[in-house]
């Protein structure tokens, strides 16, 4: 349910009822937690992969955001489609910088991630100065850079400004969360 959410909201997904509309500010940019689908049947090396979504067509513009990554020399030249899971990702993390969204909607972003990785992306997405949009399985990574936590329950929103750890201390949201769940407060 997740994934078809983001998948809606990115626009990847058309076929749903109702409507949303996002403000003519934003740009999105979508980090799929399944992202098989942008290296499957692609004779393409890792620079060509990228190339195709970047504005400047340079070999060494491309190089540095690989760089970035943690691909250089040979590995660079490496084809798409035998990319190992972790590789896939950095590849993604790679598009959506070059894509230059204000709005990041990421679907598990740490899946597949080594922690050198990991700590890498939570560092970036603090500083990121647009909104980020993100559902995870990673504590540290939801304590970190949430500042705000949405969760949708089967019977409406719950929506506070706080970081993750307060939300689910919070004495208040646990009774809130019972009764949205159909649950009594422990």
């Known amino acids: 349910a997740t994934s078809a959410f983001y998948q809606i909201l990115s626009g990847e997904d058309q076929d749903f009822q109702g409507m949303f509309k996002w403000g003519v500010t934003i740009t999105t940019t979508y980090l799929p937690s399944d992202n098989s689908r942008y290296f499957e049947s692609k004779d393409l090396n890792l620079i060509d992969w990228l190339r195709q979504y970047s504005e400047e067509k340079d070999e060494t513009f491309i190089r540095g955001f690989l760089g970035r990554m ?52 939570n560092n970036g997405l603090k500083d990121f100065k647009g909104t980020v949009l993100f559902t995870t399985r990673d504590h540290e990574l939801a304590q970190t850079v949430a500042d705000r936590v949405l969760e949708l329950t089967p019977n ?6 706080m970081n993750f750890d307060d939300y689910l201390k919070d004495d208040r949201i646990k009774a809130l969360r019972a009764e949205m769940y159909g649950g009594v407060p422990a």
């Open 70 to 121: 943690l691909f250089s020399g040979e590995e660079t030249l490496k084809n798409c489609t035998v990319l190992s899971g972790g590789e896939k990702m950095r590849c993604m993390l790679s598009r959506m910088m070059m894509l230059k969204g204000n709005m990041l909607l990421m679907d598990e972003p740490t899946n597949h991630l080594d922690l050198e990785s990991i700590t890498a992306l």
């Open 156 to 161: 409406g929103l719950i929506d506070r400004e």
